[in-house]
């Protein structure tokens, strides 16, 4: 035998009238950027002018999402350029941005700001006399950027 | 009238997922570079006499003149050995040279008892030249 039962429930949580159902829900969206620090340069070899106080200049691009120290250092601690047979030729090194505010004076450390933008790093012989041996000096200079 | 009508419907599990974005990969959050600077000084000479210009008295006697060089390399020196002073006549007298730990030295060959009277002078150009 066949029965049929009709259920009526009387409530306005369930009661739906002529419209279909839906859910919803909310996704939440989430995502991290890394800390980046980076520093380029076009050339690693700076061919430098060696004549007393005349700056030679090369850019280098900057990047930096977080604080930063940006150090140079150099193998002996000194900023002299050396031929090889004991001569040497005393440079000063600086590292300034694009409206030529020094970065950093010399050797050592600086703290700054994120950054996205072109320094420059500027060296410039002195001392240089007519008893400076002629010939071809080199220094190797350090420039590291890393989060703070 | 409204109806409601209870029906077996699938349990609706809600979509609770997540989405994430992935960072884009960067460099390290340190970098170093290495600047290899390169400069090259030229060979340079220079030779400057202390006087342009040099007494030689009564022109019995030798007489030196301090001259200052200044070079970044080896170098030579030149200098005439002989030369010949003249008088505002045409009178000529002879002269030796030597040069010693930055002094030139003139000497006037012995003058005779016919040698013509008068100013003698003469120039000296002494040459200095890099390796």
């Not at chain 1, 090369?58 to 601690?77: G, L, R």
């Not at chain 1, 020094?102 to 950054?115: K, M, P």
Request: glycine share 6%.
């Amino acid at each position: 035998m066949k029965t049929n039962k009709t259920l009526w429930i009387a409530g306005a949580a369930l009661s739906v009238c002529g419209s279909s159902f839906a859910a919803s829900d909310t996704v939440g969206l989430t995502g991290t950027i890394a800390q980046v620090v980076t520093i380029d340069i076009a050339n690693s070899s700076t061919s430098v002018t060696m004549t007393n106080n005349t700056t030679t200049s090369e850019n280098m691009s900057v990047d930096a999402n977080v604080p930063f120290t940006i150090t140079v250092a150099t193998a002996d601690n000194e900023l002299t350029m050396a031929n090889g047979a004991g001569d040497e030729v005393t440079y000063a090194f600086s590292v300034k941005d694009a409206s030529s505010n020094e970065i950093l004076a010399s050797l050592g450390s600086a703290n700054h700001n994120e950054v996205d933008a072109t320094w420059t790093y500027n060296v410039t012989p002195s001392g240089i006399d007519g008893s400076t041996d002629a010939g071809t000096y080199t220094d190797t200079v350090t420039v590291t950027v890393a989060a703070q | 009238m409204c109806v409601a009508i209870l029906a077996v419907l699938p349990r609706t599990y809600a979509a609770s997922s997540e989405t994430i974005i992935l960072p884009r990969t960067y460099a390290a959050s340190s970098e170093t570079i290495i600047l290899q600077l390169i400069g090259t000084i030229s060979k340079s000479v220079s030779i400057v006499f202390d006087s342009s210009t040099i007494d030689l008295g009564d022109l019995t006697q030798h007489t030196a003149v301090d001259f200052t060089i200044v070079s970044n390399t080896e170098y030579i020196i030149t200098t005439p050995t002989t030369g010949i002073l003249t008088n505002e006549y045409g009178g000529t007298l002879g002269f030796t040279t030597a040069t010693n730990n930055g002094k030139l030295t003139i000497t006037p060959n012995t003058i005779g008892p016919d040698q013509p009277l008068g100013t003698y002078s003469a120039n000296i150009e002494v040459t200095i030249s890099a390796i």
